[in-house]
């Protein structure tokens, strides 16, 4: 048995994942990373998951290409074959990524069949065989997200020894998504609501391996509830949460980090992120593709909702950014509220 800690990677510190942003596909691409970060500036990042396929067969720049801003940000990969991984692990170097993370835990049938994803847990030699190919080609972290379980095995054995042989290889960092993934029978969003949560699980891992990061995600919502798991684990991962009621972000660098954050009110936020608009479709790109992301950031607030149905009305979509927001409803001002009326 190797031991874990022989071969630590320089620059892994578990504060590093304290709170993260989950990697969703269709969600957090660039512009949605960009948006996250006029909320927050310590929050770790995560993109969509890209596949080895499409990254050593596609259009890399267009899979791969982030702001500077983004940082720090990690790749999730998913794949099975150690010479892809690797392969893949460092075009994630070269493009200046903080981390490489493997996906063990998404269930959908597309996946399975390309042999990666949530069934892996099944076959831990063949994870541990990557996370050693990629943790040979590159510097930067090399992190796993998994589920605690396949289809309906409740045995936490199953879960420590894919962490122990996984730990063995080499990966310091573990995301663990505390539901099972039943691989038959449930479309990939029930496959997020309906397997019963077992926080303490996860906790149990960080007791079993106190060297390790341990980070938590799952059905996780407000601010008391992500302090409440750091006090078992080193790290909370927030996914749709953080995507439909973004503003609660803004409070997170503060809280969690002890540091100001980076806008103290929604308008600056929603300034910044007009720039960023204008910028898009003054470069030719189609700006409500970034702006989909962006339509929660005044939810609970008086107005919210003509706000958002301004945003999202397709006859602007042509029209640039700044000029429409001299037009766009104010909410939670006397403009804003008067907009919804009919
Ligand atoms: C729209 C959507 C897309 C997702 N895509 C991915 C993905 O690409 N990779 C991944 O590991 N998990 C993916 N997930 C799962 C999330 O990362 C997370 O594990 C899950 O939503 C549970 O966390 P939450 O309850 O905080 O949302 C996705 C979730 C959603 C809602």
Not at 10 to 36: K, N, Q
Not at 191 to 214: A, S
């Amino acid at each position: 048995m190797i031991d874990s800690r022989a071969h630590q990677q320089p620059g892994i510190a578990p504060e590093a994942w304290r709170l993260s942003v989950a990697p969703m596909l269709d969600w957090t691409d660039r512009h949605c990373r960009h948006f996250h970060r006029l909320l927050t500036r310590r929050t770790r990042l995560y993109t969509e998951m890209v596949t080895t396929g499409a990254l050593l067969h596609g259009d890399q720049a267009r899979h791969l290409d982030f702001d500077a801003i983004e940082h720090p940000v990690a790749l999730q990969l998913g794949g099975s074959d150690p010479a892809d991984l690797a392969a893949c692990a460092r075009l994630a170097q070269r493009w200046g990524y903080d981390e490489v993370n493997l996906n063990c835990g998404c269930p959908s049938e597309r996946v399975q069949k390309g042999a990666f994803g949530a069934c892996l847990m099944a076959e831990p030699a063949l994870v541990a065989d990557g996370v050693k190919a990629m943790r040979d080609a590159v510097d930067v972290p090399v992190t796993v997200k998994h589920r605690i379980g396949i289809d309906r095995g409740e045995s936490y054995d199953f879960v420590r020894d894919f962490v122990g042989t996984l730990a063995d290889a080499g990966c310091e960092v573990f995301i663990v998504h505390a539901r099972n993934a039943w691989l038959q029978g449930l479309s990939p969003k029930e496959n997020r609501d309906i397997p019963p949560l077992r926080y303490e699980q996860v906790y149990q891992l960080k007791r079993d391996f106190p060297q390790l990061t341990i980070v938590i995600n799952g059905g996780i919502r407000t601010d008391d509830e992500i302090a409440a798991h750091l006090a078992h684990v080193d790290g909370v991962m927030v996914g749709r949460q953080a995507y439909h009621e973004p503003w609660q972000m803004a409070g997170w660098d503060l809280r969690f980090f002890g540091e100001a954050a980076p806008a103290g009110e929604r308008a600056q936020v929603e300034a910044a992120w007009m720039d960023y608009l204008q910028a898009q479709h003054l470069g030719g790109r189609p700006w409500p593709q970034a702006m989909r992301h962006a339509l929660g950031l005044w939810n609970g607030v008086a107005g919210a909702r003509s706000w958002r149905q301004f945003w999202s009305d397709h006859h602007h979509k042509l029209r640039p950014p700044h000029e429409l927001s001299a037009l766009s409803p104010r909410p939670g001002t006397a403009a804003g509220r008067e907009r919804i009326a009919p």
